[in-house]
């Protein structure tokens, strides 16, 4: 279940970075805000987080927030900034300068490889065998330990 859940954080993860880096559209935008997100927005981390406006070019005009981008100099209320976005989900977007590393994605997908490694090693053949061959199941071993 843990492999199924790193998993599936490292496909989301890395989806996002995917389709930025190669379907992504570059839009200019303004800086509404900048706030610090509590821990449990659910979008992104309790750090710095900025609020933008940018229109995309079909002419829809979004308004979202993001802590995707680099804040060097300071990024503050009014400052301009380029960001680039999803044309299919515009509320996916980062500043254009953040970049599209793979480090979150590597991350959980090697947590899902170690998880599944763990889950394979104890259900290995001769492990199995061995229970079986001191009359009792895996199950009954496992009671007997705690």
Known sequence: MAAALFAALAIVLGYARYVLATHG???EGVVLDRTRAPYW????SDGPRIT???TTKDGRQVE??????VDDPPVGKGDP????YDPDDPSMFQDVRWGGDYLGPAVFGGG??????????????D??????SHGRSSRAHADADD
């Open 64 to 69: 979202d927030w993001t802590g995707d981008f």
């Open 41 to 44: 927005v659910g979008k992104g």
């Open 112 to 125: 899902a490889v170690v998880s599944a490694a763990f889950a394979l090693w104890d259900l290995r053949p």
């Open 81 to 84: 900034i380029r960001v680039v």
């Open 25 to 27: 559209q570059i839009a």
């Open 127 to 132: 492990r199995t065998a061995r229970h079986r």
């Open 52 to 54: 933008v406006r940018f």
